[in-house]
């Protein structure tokens, strides 16, 4: 019976089981409140029977009392003779009516009537009108009659009477009303115990009710807020699924909202998957292997199979030029067989469908088609699923995705189909792109190596002429010693200097050339020690010029080369001594200051200066500046700017015209941490081209 009725009650909707469990509390409620009404009304009733019987039995009283004051009355006139004690019968008289009338009035509304006031208005009046009759006669003197009446006991035997039925009256009010008083308090105490068996009543039921409620309406609730709190922490479907099992069971508002959020579920659940195997699926397609765009296009036509559950997937590209498909890479064993074919553009119209309106397209029942354009190619499958490959909004091809068995447009999943297509369309322009620039860099490679040989075997053609020329103009020389004249001589000495000029000038373009080839990985270098290398291979020149170098006692380590380190300060100490001021001793500062992820060094010295209009122009190559008597190749200040660019940092000239100057440039910094293993900071080597500054070298810091 219970599994009856639970069944029952599954079938219900959410508002009648609402109504069931009103309907459930108010019948009871609304009969034990009619219950309680009608013993109250009855209640009410007895209470007011009460107040008629006690009303009655007073009144009865009041005629007992008249009947004795009429006695009385009579009894005084006769012993007395006077009028007065007649007031008292005259007054009973006069009330009579008005209080039999009331007596008979509240009887009849008393409960059981049964009662004769008749026989004891009767007596009444028949006692005042014998007293009547008495007093008229004594009043005419015959009190010998009026005397004899009385020692008769006529009077006396109606007055008893009177009284037997007026006392006999009032046993029976006190019966009726002893009667009505125990009814009153029956009444009483049911309708006292029924508030309390009520209020259990409305207790039990409201208790019931919130269970059953509970039951149909908040718990269903609690259970599906905990299962959308457990969607917050991923929880898998089938946890979702078994905490919604019995609430599924239910054919109500929450069963049916409960299927829904198992389908939800599953279709988030189902969409995560996707997402997952589209991400996995665009890491391992977009890895560009040795086998390059090629391996790209047959990982996507494998995944494509898999995933989607088809046959056969072809990547079809539009060939613009010829106007038709080629089949760049297929599933399986097709590859081997259709790669690289070229396929008529109407013989696949699905695939037209979806590469002119770049949206997805489906067909089916290729095979019933005997168009001839279109039958050699219905031998692959029955079905296609046709997803555009878009770049940039443009389509360039389409994913073929063929079924052997007919399926229509609800059988293919195509959001998983577009997002693989998307994949596959990313995927197959950055290995265009890469393959590209892959291109271009081997090209640029290979004009580099050409133009690099180029410079070398230029070099070599220029030094040979000018060391020749140098070498016969000093043969010329020593072979017709007071034979030449002095123009001839100026001549042959100009020849020399030339010849040597350009012998110096091939050796300073090979050395900037030189500049970041075949030095390996960076290191950490104390900057001192270097300086202090220079300082020694120049110890003499110092000594002779009684120069004062100022050093900062320690320097930060920085990332770069020892022997770059040293052949920039080596340089820039070789300026300050060369051009110093004539007759002063030459004064240099070296000195460094962190910058964020560089250091920022400064070589300054009191020399001629620089004017600060011509400041740029001397880190061109073999720009001087300076006295034409000072030795030099002109390119040293262009091998520390090559050096420091090599690194990522920037070289530039403060000073005055005449106050000395004051090179400062920048190397990226490496902590004390990192500068106490003195070991290599970084795995790549120094490239090529002194132009393109390593990205190691362009991020350090602390």
């Known amino acids: 019976m219970y599994g009856i009725v639970q069944r029952w009650w599954e079938t219900l909707r959410v508002q009648h089981k609402v109504w069931a469990v009103l309907l459930f509390l108010c019948v009871p409620l609304v009969g034990g409140l009619a219950s309680h009404l009608y013993v109250v009304q009855r209640l009410l009733v007895a209470q007011q029977q009460r107040h008629d019987l006690l009303l009655a039995r007073h009144q009865v009283e009041v005629l007992r009392r008249l009947s004795i004051d009429i006695e009385d009355a009579f009894r005084g006139y006769v012993i007395t003779g006077q009028s007065a004690f007649l007031n008292p019968l005259l007054q009973a008289e006069e009330n009579l009516g008005s209080l039999l009338h009331g007596v008979r009035r509240t009887l009849e509304a008393a409960p059981d009537y049964h009662l004769n006031v008749d026989s004891i208005e009767q007596r009444l009046r028949e006692l005042l009108l014998s007293k009547h009759q008495l007093i008229d006669t004594m009043q005419q003197g015959k009190t010998e009659q009026a005397s004899s009446y009385i020692r008769s006991g006529q009077g006396l035997q109606l007055s008893d009477t009177l009284r037997r039925d007026l006392r006999r009256l009032e046993d029976q009010l006190e019966d009726q009303l002893t009667t009505i008083n125990d009814l009153a308090g029956s009444l009483s105490?049911?309708?006292?115990?029924?508030?309390?068996?009520?209020?259990?009543?409305?207790?039990?039921?409201?208790?019931?009710?919130?269970?059953?409620?509970?039951?149909?309406?908040?718990?269903?609730?609690?259970?599906?807020?905990?299962?959308?709190?457990?969607?917050?922490?991923?929880?898998?479907?089938?946890?979702?699924?078994?905490?919604?099992?019995?609430?599924?069971?239910?054919?109500?508002?929450?069963?049916?909202?409960?299927?829904?959020?198992?389908?939800?579920?599953?279709?988030?659940?189902?969409?995560?998957?996707?997402?997952?195997?589209?991400?996995?699926?665009?890491?391992?397609?977009?890895?560009?292997?040795?086998?390059?765009?090629?391996?790209?296009?047959?990982?996507?036509?494998?995944?494509?199979?898999e995933l989607v559950r088809a046959d056969v997937c072809l990547v079809l590209l539009r060939d613009e030029a010829m106007g038709c498909w080629l089949v760049e890479a297929a599933s399986g064993d097709w590859n081997d067989s259709l790669k690289k074919a070229v396929m008529l553009w109407e013989e696949l119209p699905v695939s037209v469908q979806a590469y002119q309106s770049r949206e997805?397209?489906?067909?089916?029942?290729?095979?019933?088609?005997?168009?001839?354009?279109?039958?050699?190619?219905?031998?692959?499958?029955?079905?296609?699923?046709?997803?555009?490959?878009?770049?940039?909004?443009?389509?360039?091809?389409?994913?073929?995705?063929?079924?052997?068995?007919p399926r229509s447009a609800g059988e293919w999943n195509q959001r998983l189909a577009k997002g693989l297509a998307q994949e596959a369309a990313l995927a197959i322009s950055n290995a265009r792109l890469y393959e590209s620039v892959q291109q271009k860099q081997q090209g640029l490679l290979s004009r580099l190596r050409?133009?690099?040989?180029?410079?070398?075997?230029?070099a070599h053609d220029l030094k040979g002429p000018g060391a020749r020329m140098e070498e016969l103009a000093k043969l010329l020389a020593q072979k017709f010693p007071g034979q030449i004249d002095d123009r001839t001589a100026r001549w042959l000495k100009l020849i020399q200097e030339n010849g040597s000029d350009i012998v110096r000038r091939v050796e300073g373009i090979l050395s900037v050339a030189r500049v970041g080839a075949g030095q390996g990985s960076v290191t950490a270098v104390d900057p001192r020690l270097a300086i202090d290398d220079v300082l020694m291979a120049q110890a003499g020149e110092i000594e002779q010029l009684r120069a004062t170098i100022q050093i900062d006692p320690v320097f930060p380590l920085v990332a770069c080369h020892r022997a770059y380190l040293r052949q920039i300060f080596d340089n820039l100490?070789?300026?300050?001594?060369?051009?110093?001021?004539?007759?002063?001793?030459?004064?240099?500062?070296?000195?460094?200051?962190?910058?964020?992820?560089?250091?920022?060094?400064?070589?300054?010295?009191?020399?001629?200066?620089?004017?600060?209009?011509?400041?740029?122009?001397?880190?061109?190559?073999?720009?001087?500046?300076?006295?034409?008597?000072?030795?030099?190749?002109?390119?040293?200040?262009?091998?520390?700017?090559?050096?420091?660019?090599?690194?990522?940092?920037?070289?530039?000239?403060?000073?005055?015209?005449?106050?000395?100057?004051?090179?400062?440039?920048?190397?990226?910094?490496?902590?004390?941490?990192?500068?106490?293993?003195?070991?290599?900071?970084?795995?790549?080597?120094?490239?090529?081209?002194?132009?393109?500054?390593?990205?190691?070298?362009?991020?350090?810091g602390p």
Not at 385 to 403: D, E, M
Not at 654 to 678: I, R
């Open 450 to 458: 050409q133009l690099e040989h180029l410079a070398e075997t230029l």
């Open 360 to 405: 997805t397209a489906v067909g089916d029942h290729f095979r019933n088609d005997e168009r001839p354009q279109v039958v050699r190619r219905n031998l692959i499958g029955d079905s296609m699923l046709a997803v555009p490959l878009l770049s940039q909004g443009i389509p360039f091809g389409v994913l073929s995705l063929l079924s052997e068995r």
């Open 189 to 305: 105490q049911r309708a006292f115990y029924g508030l309390w068996i009520a209020l259990g009543g409305v207790l039990t039921l409201g208790g019931i009710g919130s269970v059953i409620l509970a039951r149909s309406v908040t718990r269903p609730i609690t259970r599906l807020h905990l299962v959308t709190t457990a969607l917050d922490t991923r929880a898998s479907p089938a946890i979702v699924r078994e905490a919604l099992a019995s609430l599924r069971l239910s054919k109500d508002e929450f069963g049916q909202l409960a299927t829904a959020y198992v389908e939800m579920t599953d279709r988030i659940g189902t969409q995560i998957r996707e997402l997952e195997v589209l991400s996995t699926i665009g890491q391992d397609i977009n890895t560009i292997g040795p086998d390059g765009l090629e391996g790209v296009l047959r990982r996507i036509a494998d995944r494509a199979v």
């Open 573 to 700: 100490i070789s300026n300050a001594l060369k051009y110093a001021k004539p007759g002063e001793p030459p004064l240099i500062t070296i000195t460094s200051q962190t910058e964020k992820h560089t250091v920022c060094f400064s070589v300054r010295d009191r020399g001629i200066g620089i004017p600060s209009d011509l400041q740029a122009r001397v880190f061109q190559p073999f720009v001087r500046l300076g006295p034409a008597d000072v030795s030099g190749s002109g390119i040293g200040l262009t091998i520390v700017q090559r050096i420091v660019e090599l690194y990522g940092g920037r070289v530039w000239i403060e000073g005055t015209d005449d106050e000395g100057c004051t090179v400062k440039f920048t190397m990226p910094w490496l902590n004390q941490e990192l500068g106490e293993a003195h070991g290599a900071i970084s795995e790549a080597t120094l490239p090529d081209l002194v132009n393109v500054p390593p990205n190691n070298l362009t991020r350090g």
